[in-house]
């Protein structure tokens, strides 16, 4: 018993033309390539962190790619925050530096009140764009990361819908067994016939 031309059997054709519309549809999806990793040859910023490990940025700037360097070799830095020998903080995600702070500064006196107003408006500036830019490479990551899984979930979609369209497509045949008690038509007629002659 060949399978396909079971299952082809019981599969209606409108199934079957709307299966092959998808197919046509998915193929003309195109592939979204995973993002290229960055290349290895940049110069890079080594910076020593507080336990003693080493961070390596292609930048130090939020978004620069963020590497440990230990004996074993060189690994995505993992999620995290972490601080160099300098008191400066560095938030990474996904392999990618999110935020810098810098080190904690001595406070300084406060001016007194109406004094350099333009200053204090500079620094709430600072920290806004700083929030803002830290943001936006978060969701650059995120939307890198959406394609790519979007580019796979159409790939197995178009793999789907190709097995589906050759199950479809693979013609029924003939039954491999006719019924054994096939009655004709004719012979029910009379049949009818007989029965109602019976009941007069």
């Not at 399978?3 to 033309?17: A, F, G, S, Y």
């Not at 963020?66 to 925050?81: C, F, K, R, Y």
């Not at 580019?151 to 693979?170: E, F, G, H, P, R």
Request: hydrophobic share 40%; glycine share 6%; net charge negative.
């Amino acid at each position: 018993m060949d399978l396909l031309k079971e299952i082809n059997k019981i599969v209606p054709e409108d199934v079957k033309r709307q299966i092959q519309e998808l197919t046509v549809k998915f193929s003309e999806i195109p592939a979204v390539a995973p993002a290229a990793p960055a290349p290895t040859n940049l110069a890079t910023i080594e910076t020593k962190l507080v336990d003693g490990t080493t961070l390596s940025v292609d930048k130090m700037e939020v978004g620069g790619v963020a590497n440990i360097v230990s004996e074993a070799g060189t690994l995505p830095a993992a999620d995290g925050e972490y601080e160099a020998e300098d008191g400066t903080k560095i938030t990474v995600m996904g392999g990618v530096i999110t935020a810098i702070t810098p080190k904690e500064m001595e406070p300084q006196p406060e001016a007194p009140e109406g004094e350099n107003p333009m200053a204090q408006a500079m620094a709430a500036l600072t920290a806004k764009l700083a929030a803002l830019e830290t943001e936006f490479a978060s969701l650059k990551s995120e939307n890198a990361n959406l394609k790519v899984a979007m580019s796979q979930v159409n790939d197995a979609t178009k793999v789907s819908l190709s097995a589906i369209n050759s199950i479809v497509s693979t013609p029924a045949g003939e039954p491999t067994q006719k019924p054994k008690n096939q009655i004709k038509h004719d012979n029910l007629s009379s049949l009818g016939d007989s029965i109602k002659n019976l009941k007069k």
